[in-house]
């Protein structure tokens, strides 16, 4: 079974400055992935990065990176120099045997 | 290329009838599934698919129907329609059943309100 937890239900930000996206995951299996998505008001899921639960490298897109901590089992996201267009809800997902898990969703705010 | 496709893209039902949410991905993708997605709560998977023929279930499957007779299409059945299945649908595909790292592919979503 899988299970991911995002506390934090709102964010906001300056354009510009960096914010970082919490979540944790609890999984039974040994090998997974873990992603983030973004939901702009279309509703369109978007993926934003992904990352190789076996590899320790932090999976890097350009403005976007994370925070991969296996032991603790966290998963955060940072984005960089944010812009108007990066306002939406992320959500933090684990890829198992056959299952993609979200979290709850993060909605983010970028203030001009 | 369309991607993955959803039809409708709204539809107000009254409760107990039936109908059938349309997905349909053109990229000859084996993994399809289907989530809901309610505030607060993320996006839940209902069923999913590895191939033509096979198909499970996921964390909330009651009162929801599929079948898989071709690699392109998986539709989503609502047996007797609840205001509790009130919620917004998205289908999903990705490429190869083992292939977990794939990118999944998701529709535009169909806004279902059950009366």
């Known amino acids: 079974a899988q299970t991911v937890t995002q506390s934090q239900p709102e964010m906001s930000v300056q354009e510009a400055e960096t914010v970082t996206l919490s979540c944790t995951y609890d999984?039974?299996?040994?090998?997974?992935?873990l992603f983030w998505y973004k939901q702009p008001p279309s509703r369109q899921m978007i993926l934003v990065i992904r990352?190789?639960?076996?590899?320790?490298q932090n999976a890097t897109e350009n403005r976007f990176s994370v925070n991969f901590q296996k032991a603790a089992k966290s998963f955060s996201l940072k984005i960089s120099d944010s812009q108007l267009g990066d306002a939406a809800m992320y959500f933090c997902a684990v890829q198992g045997a056959q299952k993609l898990v979200f979290g709850q969703g993060t909605r983010l705010t970028i203030n001009p | 290329n369309a991607g993955v496709t959803q039809t409708p893209k709204f539809q107000v039902l009254k409760t107990g009838q039936s109908m059938t949410l349309q997905c349909a991905q053109d990229m000859n993708h084996e993994y399809m599934s289907w989530y809901r997605q309610d505030p607060g709560m993320g996006l839940r998977l209902i069923h999913y698919?590895?191939?033509?023929?096979?198909?499970d279930q996921g964390e909330v499957p009651n009162g929801y129907n599929v079948s898989r007779s071709t690699t392109e299409d998986f539709p989503l059945r609502l047996l007797s329609a609840a205001p509790s299945q009130t919620s917004v649908y998205f289908c999903a595909s990705r490429e190869g059943s083992g292939g977990w790292y794939n990118e999944q592919f998701f529709g535009p979503g169909t806004r279902l309100t059950v009366l």
């Open positions: 698919s590895v191939g033509a023929g096979i198909t």
């Open positions: 990352q190789e639960a076996y590899k320790q």
């Open positions: 999984t039974s299996e040994s090998d997974y992935y």
